[in-house]
């Protein structure tokens, strides 16, 4: 931020051949305290974004509904002497637009930061011989990049703090909103949003309740290693196929006896263009599966999702439909367990497609709605190497489940980053609340062991998680920086 302005400097924007210019973005309010838009500056191979202008229109993703995304970094912030550095935590939400159009204008729904100064340099800030405690006002300035394989963009996001008291004990918090400048992607495929560290210019207002008359002094912030600072991604798709509509009958070109507004008449602007598929690239998935009566975890995993690709269709006059698919194996789990609560017994439990003999590769087919993945999973569970009492068991290869196990899960899942999905116990649709083992059969060889097995084990209540993360998107240098998928 130059001295003396409260604003940061224009972005030049390098293009392909290497020439300069100045982007900035419509600014939606002024105000004394804010730090100026600038919008999106291609760092860069150049192109990746540009700046819009238009007006929303029914095409813009603007008029899609935006999902709520929340992430909180740490950073070390370098307030002046004698404070120095100290740690600033930031819990910044944002809202996104699932997919977005490309060279369409897009619209991102408001910043909010709730911004934890550690009481000493929130004293700081406040001017020498205030009354009480004092207060603290200004603005911040967050950049967001953007990430689409190669190609690195930044958004910067100017926010107003109001003037927030300092409180008689504790940190204080402030909160700051900002509203981020409209854009275009000008690529096709999905774009990942992160965080940078926030960059604060904050003081005290004047006793006299008068407007400050110097800016704030800049405080820069580093973001703290091993964080997750992705907020969530985009789907830039292409431009929709233009339809033509069907000649008028009897016109050159129109089929004979076709007479157009009839039922059933499919003309060709009611057909549906083809659909945009996107490959989903390298994803880690595990999975655990909590059995009631057993009182035990299963967890599977990690493996890989094969084939996993996003596909997006475009309905006439209909919001796009967007499912992800993909296949996924799961490796044989060794479970000790205590059977009918006192009994030792170890097995090695799988979860299979329904024609295991075939194969072992789960279709996964979802609906992605809104940023939440719903789907619904029939797999077969398979026990072998059972011991009781460090007895073998020889169950065979066919001790498995009566009938399939059926799965309906869903939960937040992003595409191109993290995504949980499982069941709820306290979902108010009952088909989320957990999954059946069914009762077992073809288990044993020298004797039967169905009744033992499902005795032990089959029944109601149970719960599945499955945690997914796309490894491609992250671009550190340092590895140890990309995103974590929780436990």
Excluded: W
């Amino acid at each position: 931020v130059p001295p003396g302005t409260g604003h940061p400097a224009p972005h030049p924007i390098t293009t392909g051949a290497g020439t300069s210019m100045t982007s900035q973005a419509r600014r939606r309010r002024t105000t004394a305290s804010a730090l100026t838009a600038v919008g999106l500056a291609s760092v860069i191979t150049g192109g990746l974004t540009g700046v819009g202008s238009a007006a929303t229109g029914p095409e813009s993703p603007s008029a899609q509904e935006l999902r709520a995304v929340t992430r909180t970094v740490t950073s070390t912030c370098a307030f002046a002497a004698p404070i120095g550095p100290r740690g600033v935590s930031a819990e910044i939400t944002a809202k996104l637009p699932v997919s977005a159009a490309k060279s369409k204008p897009i619209t991102l729904g408001e910043l909010s930061m709730k911004l934890v100064l550690p009481r000493d340099a929130a004293q700081s800030l406040v001017t020498p011989g205030t009354s009480g405690h004092g207060s603290v006002q200004g603005g911040l300035s967050v950049v967001l990049t953007a990430v689409q394989d190669t190609k690195h963009d930044t958004i910067t996001v100017p926010m107003d703090v109001a003037p927030t008291p300092v409180p008689d004990t504790g940190d204080l918090t402030l909160t700051a909103t900002g509203k981020p400048p409209e854009f275009a992607l000008e690529s096709a495929g999905p774009v990942v949003l992160g965080l940078t560290a926030p960059t604060l210019a904050l003081q005290s207002p004047p006793p006299d309740g008068t407007p400050a008359t110097a800016p704030a002094k800049q405080i820069t912030c580093t973001l703290d290693p091993e964080q997750n600072t992705t907020l969530g991604s985009i789907m830039v798709t292409p431009p929709a196929t233009p339809q033509t509509a069907s000649p008028a009958p009897g016109a050159p070109g129109g089929a004979p006896g076709e007479r157009r507004g009839e039922p059933g008449t499919v003309t060709a602007q009611d057909e549906e263009p083809p659909p945009y598929i996107q490959a989903l690239g390298l994803v880690r998935v595990t999975s655990t599966a909590t059995v009631e009566r057993l009182g035990v975890k299963v967890a599977t995993g990690p493996t890989g999702l094969v084939k996993g690709r996003l596909i997006m269709r475009f309905p006439p006059d209909s919001p796009p439909v967007v499912t992800a698919q993909g296949f996924v194996s799961f490796k044989p789990v060794s479970v000790p367990f205590l059977g009918f609560g006192f009994v030792p017994v170890s097995g090695t439990v799988e979860f299979l497609p329904l024609d295991y003999k075939n194969g072992k590769d789960i279709e996964i087919v979802g609906s992605l709605d809104n940023g939440i993945l719903t789907t619904h999973l029939e797999v077969m569970a398979r026990m072998s190497d059972a011991k009781v009492n460090g007895t073998p068991l020889d169950l065979g290869p066919d001790c498995v489940t009566a009938r399939p196990v059926a799965l309906d899960i869903r939960g937040d899942y992003d595409p191109f980053g993290i995504g949980v999905i499982g069941t709820d116990p306290n979902s108010p649709d009952p088909k989320f609340r957990g999954f059946t083992l069914p009762p077992f059969k073809g288990c044993g060889v020298a004797e039967p062991l169905d009744a033992l097995l499902t005795g032990m084990t089959s029944g109601p209540g149970n719960q599945a998680k499955v945690i997914t993360q796309n490894l491609l998107p992250c671009h550190e240098p340092d590895h140890r920086n990309c995103p974590k998928p929780p436990s």
